[in-house]
């Protein structure tokens, strides 16, 4: 179950890549994966290089992907971690300690290509770090001194319209999150009139609502003030595709874990707008929905949601922003429904999510859980687990963890696994 691979050094993966006849694009299931990505694939598309573009949910799905051995004039370039240590054709873009955006910037880069900066900076976004802090400060100034991003007040959604992206929004929970009548009703005064002849002031009046309800909800954690403040004043995209950089990002994680094909286009720059809009607002709805239903309880440690329906990941994120009293939220499907727009998974199992709100990663701790509930050594009293050889994927990514598992394992063989290894 070992995820060591190698990172990508910039002069031999250059060369791979300008070598290559054919190159595989293997990402994990999140925004910053699919907008490194998209970087890869515009620069390839520019040397007339053919490649594919393919999300794996998991570590064992990408593993899988990887080929065993590569003819001379194919190259393999894997987002996230992965199970691959019998070959070393390939190139894995997962530092922990960095975006794979910015990675995949460096090698655009080292290809002589120019990476598109607003969704270098949406990638960035969505991999857990500021725009312009640390290495992205050149995406940022470069966006900026070619008018593609400004600062505003407000608050950072995808669409134009503030009501149709805040209801939906992921980077948020107000008690009206996830209905855009509610939505609209407590944000009336605000949000009156046509949203493209909104001005400074309308939309700091729209920040200063949103933060209060944001705050002011009912089981809202302290985290909530910290976590608002990093949607407040976005970074506008007047000439993107979406309205903010976050809003951008925000929509790349939905499409990633609901629509990676969706997704995968969209970074690539297909016209797909509308429905990556759609597949981000039924993702937002459900999510929210989900919570305001959840059974919740605190350990230790740990916070712990249980829903019957809506994705995990995303779930977990949110209950980690602005609901959990701890630093860490284990989201459990208990009800055995889908947790995105497929089927549960494609072979029926369950899944879990855990997300944090601290700076450690978390791959050590998902990796740990996973060997647990493969061994059943959480489940002394029962002999599903070792006995039927539960099998367990899992990924990790910034400040998360995903878990599929089988439905015969309960909750409680879930969070004693999780409270072992936090």
Do not use: C
């Not at 990172?7 to 060369?15: F, L, V």
């Not at 960095?98 to 607003?118: F, K």
């Not at 539960?390 to 999780?418: C, F, N, Q």
């Amino acid at each position: 179950m070992s995820t060591e691979g190698r990172s990508a050094e910039p002069a031999s993966a250059t060369s791979a890549l300008e070598s290559a006849g054919f190159v595989r694009l293997i990402a994990r299931a999140d925004g910053d994966a699919l907008a490194a990505s998209g970087l890869l694939a515009s620069a390839l598309a520019e040397r007339e290089t053919p490649y594919q573009v393919t999300v794996g949910r998991t570590i064992a799905e990408r593993s899988e992907r990887v080929p065993a051995s590569s003819d001379e004039d194919d190259a393999t370039i894997l987002v996230g971690a992965a199970d691959a240590a019998g070959t070393d054709d390939f190139v894995r873009l997962a530092a922990a300690s960095r975006p794979a955006t910015l990675e995949a910037v460096d090698l655009v880069r080292e290809m002589g290509a120019t990476p598109d900066p607003v969704l270098a900076l949406a990638g960035v976004v969505a991999g857990g770090s500021e725009p312009g802090a640390g290495e992205s400060e050149w995406l940022l100034e470069t966006a900026r001194e070619r008018g593609l991003v400004e600062q505003r007040p407000g608050v950072a959604v995808p669409t134009a319209d503030p009501v149709d992206g805040l209801a939906y929004s992921t980077r948020l929970h107000a008690p009206w999150s996830g209905d855009p009548d509610a939505t609209h009703e407590a944000l009336a005064d605000a949000t009156d009139g046509d949203p493209v002849d909104f001005d400074t002031d309308d939309h700091r009046a729209i920040g200063s609502l949103v933060a209060l309800d944001v705050v002011g909800a009912d089981g809202a954690a302290d985290a909530a003030a910290s976590s608002i403040g990093r949607a407040l004043r976005p970074y506008a995209t007047p000439e993107g595709p979406f309205a903010t950089l976050s809003g951008f990002a925000d929509v790349l994680e939905a499409l990633a874990r609901t629509e990676p094909g969706t997704g995968t286009a969209l970074a690539m720059g297909h016209d797909v707008l509308e429905a990556a809009l759609d597949a981000w607002r039924e993702h937002g709805r459900r999510a929210h929905a989900a919570l305001a239903d959840a059974s919740t309880g605190r350990y230790d440690g740990l916070f712990v949601v249980g829903i019957d329906d809506g994705p995990v990941e995303a779930v977990a994120q949110i209950a980690a922003a602005y609901r959990s009293p701890e630093s860490a939220v284990l989201a459990v499907n208990e009800g055995h429904g889908p947790s995105s727009n497929r089927t549960q998974s494609d072979d029926g199992n369950d899944e879990a999510a855990i997300a944090t709100r601290d700076a450690d990663p978390l791959g050590a701790t998902v990796e740990g859980v996973a060997r647990e509930l493969e061994t059943g050594a959480t489940d002394a009293d029962s002999e599903t687990a070792a006995d039927a050889g539960t099998a367990v994927e899992y990924d990790v990514g910034h400040r998360r963890g995903y878990l599929r598992y089988d439905p015969d394992v309960d909750k409680s063989t879930i969070i004693a696994a999780v409270r072992e290894f936090r």
